[in-house]
């Protein structure tokens, strides 16, 4: 390898890089040893064009340095960041050296512009990391609060369409015993975020308290704290039929399935969505297929018309029975018909304005911005509001200090308590300890957030772009 290296006019030098990459593939593997046969090579030629006669043609020489950058940059990404410094670095030397006997060009103003870049990168650096609660306030105000007639339309469609529903269930079932439908979730209260396409339209049953009884999730044999059951009393003395719900009983207990599947058959099925939609002007219809109960409407403005944007309204079923609220969720409760999911989305939403209104903190604002920066990066989408409320509702109780001026600290420091939450895996209920709210995510799922909002702790400003 010397003597034939020597026969080629190089030195005792190449000889040893040429033993480098005999063995390169034994300690850095195949890429390694690719990306390192590229780079060598790039060097090589460099000192060989040093060693060249001055006569040879500059455009050859303009080929050959472009050829040695491709060659560096054709390299694969994982070892090319690694690499790409030293192998820079010595091409750069290589070059300096074949020029040396090259006339010494006349001084320009470019390399004084290039002395003062790096003073004003740290600058910009350092604006950016001073402007961060500027930045967080104005993503609060720009991507984040809803105008105040978005809401209020959608409000109103929503409740225009919950009056033809509940007028219709009374013409076609007089004796159903119902409430009065209202709306509720997120758009009610003020914490929808991003865009308002989502409400929720509670029909409540009316059932008597003397014959039904609520049994709590942690005395059924589920032993799942928000999977209640309503149970039918005193057959002996009332037999069945003297409620209007006993037609839904299933062993004894009211059955959610059964419930759900006389609304959808009655709402879904029978109502005049044609002749609806031409009443309130815009396209009302069912979303078929899907377990819960669910409409669509196309066109709840004409912007939404002309961008396509929908807006979902989710029937829920809902029993009140000695302070506990239930709701026939299908979705969440699965197979097991005769279960009804205990919300705790009212308790929540109500600890969280107490609180702002005890100190008038910001815990709703930043509640609303995570809520935000989660629905926009892909990543986050799994952490919903529960999930996000929970945090800020035990962040509370270790921090005393939530006023304005400290919105970004409290920002920064519930990404750092989720990011503690996630790696144990477990998020408690703030008013049910025992359920964990992350119970649903895969372990990939977890390692996903985990690593997007790492990046976050040293590099908040990506959770804004």
Not at 403 to 420: M, N, P, V, W, Y
Not at 445 to 455: P, R, V
Request: some cysteine; hydrophobic content about 40%.
């Amino acid at each position: 390898m010397y003597y034939s290296s020597k026969r080629r006019g190089e030195d005792g030098i190449a000889a040893v890089i040429d033993f480098l990459l005999s063995n390169a593939r034994l300690v850095l593997g195949v890429g390694g040893a690719v990306v390192l046969g590229i780079a060598t090579l790039a060097v090589k030629r460099l000192i060989e064009r040093a060693g060249r006669p001055p006569d040879e043609k500059p455009d050859k020489k303009m080929t050959d340095s472009w050829e040695e950058l491709g060659l560096v940059s054709a390299s694969p990404k994982l070892l090319h960041k690694g690499i790409e410094g030293v192998v820079m670095k010595q091409i750069a030397a290589a070059t300096k050296k074949a020029e040396l006997s090259q006339p010494i060009p006349l001084p320009s103003p470019e390399p004084q512009r290039c002395d003062t870049e790096p003073l004003q990168r740290r600058k910009r650096m350092d604006l950016c990391v001073m402007t961060f609660v500027e930045r967080l306030q104005q993503y609060y105000r720009t991507r984040v609060c809803l105008s105040a007639e978005e809401v209020s339309v959608a409000q109103q469609r929503a409740l225009d369409i919950g009056t033809e529903i509940q007028a219709f269930l009374h013409s076609k079932h007089p004796d159903m015993p119902l409430g009065d439908m209202t709306l509720a979730g997120s758009l009610l209260d003020d914490l929808q975020v991003v865009k308002a396409d989502h409400t929720c339209l509670i029909v409540p049953l009316q059932l008597e308290s003397s014959l039904w009884t609520p049994i709590a999730g942690e005395d059924t044999f589920l032993g799942h704290p928000q999977y209640c059951m309503v149970r039918r009393e005193n057959l002996e003395y009332f037999p069945r039929g003297r409620s209007y719900w006993d037609r839904h009983l299933l062993g004894g207990y009211l059955s959610s399935r059964l419930v759900s599947e006389q609304l959808g058959k009655t709402v879904m099925e029978s109502l005049n969505w044609p002749s609806l939609t031409g009443t309130l002007e815009c396209e009302v219809r069912p979303v078929l297929g899907s377990p819960e109960l669910k409409l669509e409407i196309h066109g709840l403005t004409q912007s939404s018309y002309d961008s396509g944007e929908r807006f979902y309204i989710t029937v829920l079923p809902t029993v009140r029975l000695a302070e506990m609220t239930l709701t026939a969720q299908r979705e969440i409760t699965g197979s097991f018909d005769y279960v009804w999911y205990q919300s705790l989305y009212t308790s929540e939403t109500a600890r969280l304005a107490a609180l702002d209104k005890a100190d008038s903190g910001v815990r709703r604002k930043c509640l609303k911005t995570l809520k935000a920066v989660c629905h926009n990066c892909p990543s986050l989408r799994k952490l919903n509001g529960s999930h996000l409320c929970n945090v800020i509702l035990h962040t509370s109780e270790k921090e005393a200090d939530w006023s304005e001026s400290a919105f970004a600290d409290r920002f920064l420091q519930a990404i750092t308590e989720l990011i503690g939450y996630l790696e144990m895996g477990i998020l408690p209920s703030y008013f049910k300890p025992n359920v964990n709210l992350f119970q649903g995510f895969t372990e990939d799922d977890i390692d996903e957030m985990g690593f997007m909002l790492y990046c976050a702790v040293t590099e908040p400003e990506i959770l804004l772009i």
